[in-house]
């Protein structure tokens, strides 16, 4: 029974000892497991710089100065003098153009004090004719100072005979009491270089003396009774004039008077008997119109006040 008990004990202790376990120690050694280190390399790229945006540069024109009866303004000596004080109704019309680009220009429209309504009213007016237009966006509306004078400055772009255009234009009064609206206007790419060169053409308005008394042309109720007019005539602020489709805008001067219509075709309303003046200056009518030479008959028995000039009578069979 003595000899089993320890032939069993011994099979015990070998068998512990087989395991790797020690017999005199109370800890069992954990058995070892083999590691290995990985090292993997990754590759970090910087992120790309941000692109430099640089200002477009400026555009620096020589200048030369349009000296009028009433205004004085400096313009590129490269653009032309299209319209030099022209009576439009009841206010006098100076457009300069770039000559290559008609839609880089200058105007300078002047309200004798007896025609000039209130500021903001006609400012608004003026706005209000073009927020229906494609593309209108306005980035400023806003009262402000204009060579210390209170102004309202409004800056927008809209599109015209499928050019979008940048436009600035600030409305003043003088020291007269003239109304004065100076209006800048490129097409939109463009006028970020032309800012600066037209920061400078607006500071060198000046008025040189007060403005004639020139009652606005006569705008009847009835004009769209016997004349096919555009669908936001009552809301232009203009002179009227005729489109080239034929259609009738009351925004004459103005930009976008015929927008969608084919542009101004320069025949304008005189305002009497229904009449209209063309760009020569002769009537349809038999009435005076704004001419700058003699009175003369035309061929046709009408009446021009362009004697003198050329195309007086154009349309109209010549003088007669």
């Known amino acids: ?21 020690g017999t005199n120690s109370g800890n069992i050694a954990a058995p070892s497991t083999p590691t290995q280190t990985v090292t993997q390399t990754v590759t970090v790229s910087k992120a790309a710089p941000a692109p430099v945006v640089r200002a477009p540069r400026p555009v620096t024109p020589t200048y030369t100065s349009f000296s009028g009866s009433y205004i004085s303004v400096d313009y590129p000596d490269s653009w032309n003098v299209d319209s030099s004080e022209a009576a439009k109704g009841g206010y006098l019309d100076t457009t300069i153009r770039d000559q290559t680009n008609p839609a880089l220009m200058l105007r300078v429209d002047l309200t004798p004090s007896s025609s000039a309504g209130d500021l903001a009213a006609t400012a608004q007016q003026v706005e209000q004719s073009l927020v229906s237009q494609a593309g209108y966006r306005v980035f400023r509306y806003r009262p402000s100072s204009y060579q210390g004078l209170a102004s309202v400055d409004w800056e927008f772009l809209v599109s015209e005979h499928g050019v979008l255009l940048h436009k600035q234009d600030t409305f003043f009064v003088d020291a007269s009491g003239d109304q004065i609206a100076i209006l800048t206007e490129a097409p939109a790419d463009l006028y970020p ?7 400078h053409i607006r500071s060198s308005l000046t008025t040189v003396g007060a403005a004639p008394v020139a009652p606005p042309a006569a705008s009847p109720v009835s004009f769209c009774d016997t004349h096919a007019c555009i669908d936001n005539f009552d809301a232009g602020g203009g002179y009227i004039v005729q489109c ?32 209209s003046l063309g760009s020569s200056g002769s009537s349809s009518g038999g009435d005076l119109g704004p001419g700058n030479g003699s009175t003369v008959t035309c061929a046709d028995g009408s009446i021009s006040h362009s004697g003198g000039i050329q195309g007086a009578c154009s349309h109209h069979g010549g003088v007669g």
Do not use: K, P, Q
């Not at 029974?1 to 376990?21: E, K, N, S, W």
């Open 244 to 275: 080239d489709d034929g259609m009738w805008s009351h925004s004459g001067g103005l930009s976008g008077a015929c927008s969608y219509h084919g542009g101004e075709s320069g025949n304008v309303y005189s305002g009497s008997s229904g009449s």
């Open 1 to 21: 029974m003595t000899m089993h008990r320890t032939l069993a004990a011994g099979f015990a202790v070998a068998a512990l000892a087989a395991a790797g376990c």
């Open 193 to 199: 270089s032309w800012r600066s060169a037209f920061a």
